[in-house]
């Protein structure tokens, strides 16, 4: 599948090199609505696509959402941005292909949707139930019966124990951590390091700050 990667952030050049390890998938063009096209984004690409030019082309071509998919890359800093682009794109009629890191553990029995980004030695345990567009970064782990909703954010890290459940739109820090059944709601922001054991309702900053000391060598 050709694809356009929307976003030529940090997270565009993440993604172009998970890519890379997909042989399956083979990368047109970064497209990206914040930065001119032309910009350089790596040695052999640049931005050559914005939505406006997507739209001339979908007007043109008949076949362009059949032919290409998008791939999304706007990062955790903007995820209205990132879910409207989602909404978007799947109104048009493009494919958003699941990413998938060859290193990654996804079992069989897991339920995914479209458009997510699934990063090497991230674990999916049996019966997980993921929806669209989420984002699960190095070494997360989601373990059996856990619900991600959509467009999530989960940081290098992240650790649910069973029966979690996610909402929409939350970004999790790194290396935080869900206890059994909790449930959380939608678009809370969790700093790194936490540990949640108890459910979080919605558009929740939850911080945690740890004492540190400073001691002589």
Known sequence: MNVFIYGAGI??????????????????????????????????????????????????????????????????????ARWQAFRWGHEKGFNFPNLIHPAASVDASTSIGKGNIILANATIDYEVEIGDANYLDIGCLISHNSVIGNNNFLTTGCATAGNVKFGDHNFVGMHSTFTDFVEIGNENYFSAKNLVNRNVPDKRKILTFQDQKSLPI
Do not use: C, M, W
């Not at 990368?27 to 406006?52: C, M, N």
């Open 11 to 80: 997270l565009g050049r993440q993604v172009y090199h998970l890519i890379n390890e997909i042989p399956e998938i083979s990368i047109s063009g970064f497209a990206d609505d914040t930065k001119p096209i032309g910009t350089s984004v790596l040695s052999d690409f640049k931005v050559s696509e914005s939505r406006k030019t997507l739209n001339e082309r979908l007007s043109t071509e008949p076949n362009f959402p059949q032919d290409y998919g998008l791939i999304l890359a706007i990062g955790p800093d903007n995820l209205a």
